[in-house]
């Protein structure tokens, strides 16, 4: 069955830094891959999807990154804040293309001032 | 616009009770998605809704969850009786009918079975 990997440990940065964030997966072939951001106590927050045929997206600060050979994403948080300190979230499409997303448990990131 | 409102926000329960949950998605959204959270878990699809249909119910764990979307407005998803393992946060999410569109999410009921 798909699996996807995302780094347990907090990432911590300063502030003013760019941001990596890592997103692997294995078993799997995804159509799409989507990044959600989650703050405690509140639900996930959709951000950006990428397409398998796309290999960059940017929305403002932020950039995806989705190498299919390497099954891997990369999100980017350009001049970080301590606003953008919260848990990251990967997902694939469902089996079948299905828009249903399957997600990784997330990656909590903190930027300090 | 309004988001998706999730009541109650907390539950706690004793094993072998009832609760019901209950999702108002977004005006005009006929896509809902039921997803429950386990602690230390990834965040699991439960089941989708396509208007008042249940569109796919693979995630339901168990014939103990009864979920509903009567009219096709808002969901409630019943567990009875409820079992120590059915503790969680339970997220539902709405979308409009083009499958296109981003799924928008709720703070979630965190449910807590004693």
């Known amino acids: 069955s798909q699996k996807i990997e995302q780094n347990s440990e907090a990432l911590n940065i300063q502030e003013g830094k760019t941001a990596t964030l890592t997103c692997n997966y294995t078993?799997?072939?995804?159509?799409?891959l989507q990044w959600y951001r989650q703050d405690p106590g509140r639900g996930p927050v959709f951000l950006l999807l990428?397409?398998?045929?796309?290999k960059e997206k940017r929305k403002e600060r932020l950039k995806v990154t989705f190498d299919t050979t390497l099954k891997q994403s990369l999100f980017h948080i350009t001049a970080s804040q301590p606003a953008d300190s919260a848990t990251y979230l990967c997902?694939?499409?469902?089996?079948?293309?299905?828009?249903?997303?399957?997600f990784g448990r997330g990656t909590s990131l903190i930027v300090h001032p | 616009e309004a988001g998706v409102t999730q009541f109650p926000s907390h539950s706690v329960i004793e094993k072998g009770q009832t609760v019901t949950l209950r999702c108002d998605p977004i005006?005009?959204?006929?896509?809902l998605y039921w997803y429950r959270r386990v602690m230390g878990k990834e965040i699991k699809f439960l089941l989708h809704?396509?208007?008042?249909?249940?569109?796919?119910e693979s995630g339901m764990p168990n014939n103990r969850f009864l979920a509903e979307r009567t009219g096709g407005t808002y969901s409630t998803l019943k567990v009875q009786p409820a079992e120590l393992e059915d503790s969680g946060v339970y997220f539902c999410?709405?979308?409009?009918?083009?499958?296109?569109?981003?799924?928008?999410f709720g703070d979630g009921t965190r449910l807590s079975i004693l």
């Open positions: 999410a709405s979308s409009p009918i083009d499958s296109n569109q981003p799924q928008h």
């Open positions: 078993n799997y072939s995804p159509a799409y």
């Open positions: 990428i397409r398998e045929n796309e």
């Open positions: 997902a694939l499409d469902g089996s079948g293309g299905s828009y249903i997303p399957t």
């Open positions: 005006s005009g959204h006929d896509n």
């Open positions: 809704f396509v208007k008042e249909s249940k569109q796919d």
